[in-house]
């Protein structure tokens, strides 16, 4: 559901010498095989039929008391839930005041027990403490940045000690021309860069505003947080390919798996250019063309579990038997293909998204694109915005 930006940025310091990563390349089939996973519907909220409404759902975070943290973008605002379903609290609200936020893009849980409510435009992070109390906010500040200099804030994780995971956009202008470095990076309490994890630059010339997906390319939903602070990124678009970060920055392994994407029929390019479409919404010129990408994502979204196993959804939502929801790679800790789960509940993976918490618990987004799209003012051929269904959560167990 987040999308976006072009090719890599180099940075003016000199990198540290790491040894060569270990790398293990996976054939196309898993040692294990494919598993069959029925989930468990444990319970929803939204829907036609529930007093809570949900406008768009930018995240999802299962806190270590097991409630679930579900914010909504649209509202300002983030439902929280019982292990069980029952609607506990609404935490946050809009506004600019203390504890309040202006359509988040990203919210994430850190050890303390705080809730970090990120910004988009402009980028600011609010802390809410476990009730919803303002706890304290921080501000972005790349190499060379003064605090609070412009950014855009998509997503980010909570890290050990306190430290933020951080991924978004830094801009400067000139004339017509914005130039734009999206970033993935490690940063303290307060917001300050430690670690650039990736970067890439991208350039709009808003007297021709066009929007190139390939070009836009970055880690926006391909990137997760495991234990000790690793981070593991898919960087390319087009590669399936798997990098484990240790916190200083240094790739400690990549894993491949022999796949080759999709071609996108017509119903798939007219998808990528509805979402190119809401993209160029939050600019403030009209937008007047785009380009999609003719293949889907070799990587669409990863997981990291407790046991450092990896979960891989592919950017394939085609050739599903009948009931599996979607198809999940799973890699063991050293990186070796294992296994193929293939998960069984109703959806399309087109459509609705999909969140692998802890606990062995998944969480299906019924109509999250609609959603998304609906917030962007975006509609498809021949209808309107006001016609998305109205956005579901369920939650279920994996066995």
């Given at each position: 559901?987040?999308?976006?930006?072009?090719?890599?940025?180099?940075?003016?310091?000199?990198?540290?010498?790491?040894?060569?990563?270990?790398?293990?390349?996976?054939?196309?089939?898993?040692?294990?095989?494919?598993r069959d996973v029925q989930?468990?519907e444990i319970w929803r909220?939204?829907?036609?039929?529930?007093?809570?409404?949900?406008?768009?759902?930018?995240?999802?975070?299962?806190?270590?008391?097991?409630?679930?943290?579900?914010?909504?973008?649209?509202?300002?605002?983030?439902?929280?839930?019982?292990?069980?379903?029952?609607?506990?609290?609404?935490?946050?609200?809009?506004?600019?005041?203390?504890?309040?936020?202006?359509?988040?893009?990203?919210?994430?849980?850190?050890?303390?027990?705080?809730?970090?409510?990120?910004?988009?435009?402009?980028?600011?992070?609010?802390?809410?403490?476990?009730?919803?109390?303002?706890?304290?906010?921080?501000?972005?500040?790349?190499?060379?940045?003064?605090?609070?200099?412009?950014?855009?804030?998509?997503?980010?994780?909570?890290?050990?000690?306190?430290?933020?995971?951080?991924?978004?956009?830094?801009?400067?202008?000139?004339?017509?021309?914005?130039?734009?470095?999206?970033?993935?990076?490690?940063?303290?309490?307060?917001?300050?860069?430690?670690?650039?994890?990736?970067?890439?630059?991208?350039?709009?010339?808003?007297?021709?505003?066009?929007?190139d997906e390939g070009k836009?390319?970055?880690?926006?939903?391909?990137?997760?947080?495991?234990?000790?602070?690793?981070?593991?990124?898919?960087?390319?678009?087009?590669?399936?390919?798997?990098?484990?970060?240790?916190?200083?920055?240094?790739?400690?392994?990549?894993?491949?798996?022999?796949?080759?994407?999709?071609?996108?029929?017509?119903?798939?390019?007219?998808?990528?250019?509805?979402?190119?479409?809401?993209?160029?919404?939050?600019?403030?010129?009209?937008?007047?063309?785009?380009?999609?990408?003719?293949?889907?994502?070799?990587?669409?979204?990863?997981?990291?579990?407790?046991?450092?196993?990896?979960?891989?959804?592919?950017?394939?939502?085609?050739?599903?038997?009948?009931?599996?929801?979607?198809?999940?790679?799973?890699?063991?800790?050293?990186?070796?293909?294992?296994?193929?789960?293939?998960?069984?509940?109703?959806?399309?993976?087109?459509?609705?998204?999909?969140?692998?918490?802890?606990?062995?618990?998944?969480?299906?987004?019924?109509?999250?694109?609609?959603?998304?799209?609906?917030?962007?003012?975006?509609?498809?051929?021949?209808?309107?915005?006001?016609?998305?269904?109205?956005?579901?959560?369920?939650?279920?167990?994996?066995?």
């Amino acid at each position: 559901m987040h999308s976006a930006l072009l090719t890599l940025f180099a940075l003016g310091l000199a990198a540290p010498a790491f040894a060569a990563p270990a790398r293990i390349d996976n054939g196309a089939a898993p040692s294990e095989g494919r598993r069959d996973v029925q989930l468990e519907e444990i319970w929803r909220a939204g829907g036609e039929d529930d007093e809570i409404f949900f406008g768009s759902i930018g995240a999802v975070q299962l806190g270590v008391d097991g409630r679930f943290h579900i914010l909504d973008t649209q509202q300002s605002c983030v439902p929280v839930y019982s292990p069980d379903g029952e609607h506990l609290a609404t935490l946050g609200r809009e506004g600019d005041g203390p504890g309040e936020v202006r359509r988040p893009g990203g919210m994430f849980l850190l050890e303390d027990g705080r809730i970090a409510l990120l910004q988009s435009f402009p980028g600011r992070i609010v802390f809410l403490d476990a009730g919803g109390n303002p706890a304290g906010e921080a501000t972005y500040q790349g190499p060379g940045q003064e605090q609070g200099a412009f950014c855009v804030l998509n997503a980010g994780q909570g890290l050990p000690g306190g430290e933020l995971l951080l991924l978004g956009i830094r801009m400067s202008f000139g004339g017509t021309v914005s130039d734009q470095t999206f970033f993935l990076s490690r940063c303290d309490g307060a917001g300050k860069e430690k670690v650039q994890y990736q970067s890439k630059g991208y350039q709009i010339n808003y007297a021709d505003f066009r929007l190139d997906e390939g070009k836009m390319d970055f880690l926006w939903n391909r990137f997760a947080v495991g234990p000790q602070g690793r981070v593991y990124t898919a960087p390319e678009r087009n590669q399936y390919l798997v990098r484990v970060l240790a916190p200083d920055g240094s790739v400690e392994r990549e894993f491949t798996r022999a796949y080759t994407a999709p071609a996108r029929d017509a119903q798939a390019k007219q998808t990528a250019t509805r979402i190119m479409e809401g993209i160029g919404s939050y600019y403030p010129t009209p937008l007047l063309g785009t380009t999609v990408e003719s293949t889907e994502p070799a990587v669409a979204a990863l997981f990291v579990d407790p046991r450092r196993n990896v979960l891989v959804q592919t950017g394939d939502p085609g050739q599903r038997d009948p009931g599996v929801f979607c198809l999940l790679d799973e890699f063991d800790a050293q990186g070796r293909y294992v296994r193929q789960l293939a998960l069984h509940c109703p959806g399309d993976p087109r459509q609705d998204g999909l969140v692998v918490l802890g606990g062995n618990r998944v969480v299906v987004l019924r109509g999250a694109l609609d959603a998304w799209l609906t917030q962007q003012a975006v509609a498809g051929e021949g209808e309107s915005a006001a016609e998305a269904p109205a956005l579901e959560v369920i939650c279920y167990a994996m066995p």
